[in-house]
């Protein structure tokens, strides 16, 4: 007991790796390894750099609200803005304005995207573009980017879109069309700095507020079954 105790508070201080990080995580030992070689401070220099994608490509566990009809942030990170907005044309989801919930990961946020609401995967879609700075609000017409729309069972369409940074080189989205998804599942990651917006369905309101920091996997964005209007909020 003492020994599972132990382990469990250990994961609670140390998260598990995403295992697209180890190649990174390799590469900046090597380069550490050398910079001792060159010259001793550059190579502590190097271990702090290290320390730094060990801790960027973290994956910690989540609990995930379960209830039905709730939406959870894919990302952690700030609320950047809510309004209305057209979504991305490639994914199809008409000419009318949704209201959209931006959140900014910046470098030290953990990037590990999650599904935000149970469904099916009606269609991902890859979009090219600028690696302008994520937290700008063209950077959701501008910027490289990959949306994937899940559809309800009772219709209606939510859309989750990751958005490269300023440095930002790299979307990764394991979605593909037809699957089944369940809420809090890892779906992607994005690598170093960027943006998740998520498009809610026609008179759903959110339940965050701009400012708000967001927790992947647990931070509920919205509810589908309530009629609770959109929350405000300030800083104090």
């Not at 998804?181 to 701009?210: E, N, W």
């Amino acid at each position: 007991m003492a020994g599972t105790a132990g382990t469990s508070a250990l994961r609670t201080v140390i998260a598990p790796i995403h295992r697209a990080g180890y190649p990174f995580i390799a590469a900046f030992a090597a380069v550490t390894l050398i910079l001792f070689f060159l010259w001793e401070p550059l190579g502590w220099l190097g271990v702090l750099a290290t320390a730094w994608c060990v801790y960027f490509f973290r994956d910690p566990v989540r609990v995930v609200p379960t209830r039905p009809g709730l939406v959870v942030a894919p990302a952690d990170g700030l609320v950047s803005a809510i309004g209305q907005a057209l979504p991305p044309k490639e994914l199809d989801l008409g000419d009318e304005p949704l209201t959209r919930v931006s959140i900014f990961l910046n470098v030290f946020n953990v990037h590990v995207n999650r599904i935000p609401i149970d469904g099916r995967v009606s269609r991902v879609h890859y979009h090219p573009g600028k690696f302008l700075s994520a937290n700008l609000d063209k950077a959701s017409e501008e910027n490289e980017r990959c949306g994937a729309v899940i559809e309800l069972t009772d219709g209606r369409e939510i859309a989750v879109v990751q958005i490269a940074g300023l440095v930002a080189r790299r979307i990764i989205n394991n979605l593909t069309d037809g699957a089944t998804c369940r809420v809090g599942h890892r779906f992607g990651l994005i690598r170093f700095g960027s943006r998740t917006d998520v498009y809610l369905p026609p008179g759903v309101a959110p339940l965050v507020v701009v400012g708000q920091t967001m927790i992947g996997g647990e931070t509920v964005i919205a509810d589908l079954d309530t009629a609770e209007p959109q929350r405000i909020g300030h800083g104090i």
